[in-house]
């Protein structure tokens, strides 16, 4: 009977109202920013979820921390003390030149360097999104993280935040298949893309240069500022092989990132400062 | 009235603590190598309930939780919402038949849902569609089978538990 055919509980009507609002959402949160509120108020219960999600792992180290015979805590401070003194040293001579510089840029009537501020966030242990190579650190919204922001280590660019959350923040690394960083030759200068390939595999392509581009395996790639997203002059890969392929004029480079992406521990998230007078 | 609202509120408490244990097993950091096999633990707590309590947990639910992973996964929101809406609807209109099913047979319709699923998700996330051609990329389905009769047989009995 009828009755049955058209039961009541199958919700079709409700079914195609949702699928509507959920591709409506969809195709905002793409092409703007109006969501990006609601992400964030929906982040604060969800950082629950990794709190738990690490705490295996966390009682996990300290149990080992606390089986562990402890290291020889002398050694290991006099040595942090010379390696302290010495980057003190690093940081008064930067400091000095930074003004030197200031001073010249003001004398060539150009605008100031711009100040970075950089706040030390842990890398979180936990695999987020199989499909993207991304991490999750632990700073965010309550530590002043943005969305945007670049992230560095030591050796050079990590990638860009792409979603704060309240203690936590969604770092995209660079070889990610969605990012791709503006790139200057440190020996050449010849500007270029960076494009990552996703994956599995944490590479670069550069497929914007022709065959009589001056390049060499080996070469470093720093990052060349150009867009203002990434800072300058950061390293960043590299050029790992050339190809050339008959057919094509443009060269077929693969650059490997400096940060060792695949075993990331920490990251240094810089924050830019426009109107610092120093 | 308050006796009706106050048993409501207990037994939406089941749905809530799986689906919450299911984020935590989402994003919980596994070895390389079992990295591929990771189930969509989310999507099977989602098509159990829309099975068990079809008038409670439907399309609506479904787009709740799945907003919930993209929120999670840093991936556009609606993404996982239209998945799991899409996975919610259809166990609604099955569920009559997946009670009666054995747990392997349900195993298997689970299977076909969560491959619908999957070939959903590569045209709304756009990667790189090479991943398609890439027989790990389907290995979760597998895993979303074995894994079935447990998140069910838990489902029926904490919802049993509880009223």
Not at chain 1, 194 to 204: A, K, R, V
């Amino acid at each position: 009977m009828l009755g049955t055919m058209f039961d009541a509980t199958v919700p079709t009507v409700r079914w195609f109202v949702v699928s509507c609002l959920a591709g409506a959402i969809l195709i905002v949160d793409r092409q703007t920013d109006w969501l990006d509120n609601v992400r964030t108020l929906l982040s604060f219960p969800l950082s629950l979820v990794y709190v738990a999600a690490e705490a295996p792992q966390a009682i996990y180290q300290g149990v080992n921390w606390a089986l562990e015979p402890s290291i020889d805590t002398e050694v290991a401070y006099q040595k942090l003390r010379a390696e302290y003194a010495g980057l003190k040293v690093e940081t008064l001579r930067i400091r000095a030149l930074e003004r030197e510089n200031n001073e010249l840029r003001s004398l060539l009537d150009a605008s100031k360097a711009t100040r970075m501020e950089t706040k030390y966030a842990r890398v979180k242990d936990i695999s987020v999104n199989t499909f993207r190579q991304q991490v999750v650190v632990d700073k965010g919204l309550i530590d002043g993280a943005y969305e945007g922001q670049v992230a560095i280590d030591e050796m050079g660019i990590v990638g860009l935040v792409t979603e704060v959350m309240a203690n936590s923040a969604q770092v995209r690394l660079l070889t990610d298949g969605d990012v791709a960083i503006p790139l200057m030759f440190e020996r050449s200068g010849v500007r270029t893309m960076g494009i990552g390939q996703g994956g599995s595999n944490y590479i670069l392509k550069l497929p914007f240069l022709t065959r009589n581009s001056d390049i060499r395996e080996g070469d470093l790639l720093v990052s060349s500022g150009m867009g203002g997203r990434y800072p300058e002059g950061y390293p960043v890969a590299i050029v790992e092989d050339i190809a050339e392929i008959s057919a094509h004029s443009f060269l077929e480079i693969t650059a490997r990132p400096i940060v060792e992406l695949e075993k990331l521990a920490h990251v240094l998230l810089l924050s830019v400062n426009r109107d610092v007078e120093k | 009235m308050n006796s009706s609202t106050n048993s409501s509120l207990t037994g939406t408490l089941p749905i809530v603590v799986s689906i919450f244990i299911a984020m935590v097993l989402v994003v919980m950091k596994l070895p390389q190598s079992f990295e591929a096999w990771r189930p969509d633990w989310v999507g099977v707590v989602v098509i159990a309930w829309a099975i068990f309590v079809p008038r409670v947990c439907g399309p609506v639910f479904g787009m709740l939780a799945g907003l919930a992973v993209d929120v999670l996964m840093g991936e556009s929101l609606g993404v996982y919402a239209l998945i799991y809406a899409m996975l919610a609807y259809m166990a609604n209109v099955i569920n009559f038949k997946m009670k009666m099913f054995k747990l392997f047979q349900q195993a298997l319709v689970v299977f076909g849902l969560t491959l619908m699923a999957r070939f959903l998700l590569v045209f709304l996330v756009e990667v790189n569609t090479e991943i398609f051609t890439d027989w790990l990329y389907w290995a979760p389905l597998i895993v979303n089978m074995i894994i079935w009769p447990w998140v069910y047989l838990v489902i029926c009995n904490s919802m049993y538990a509880v009223t």
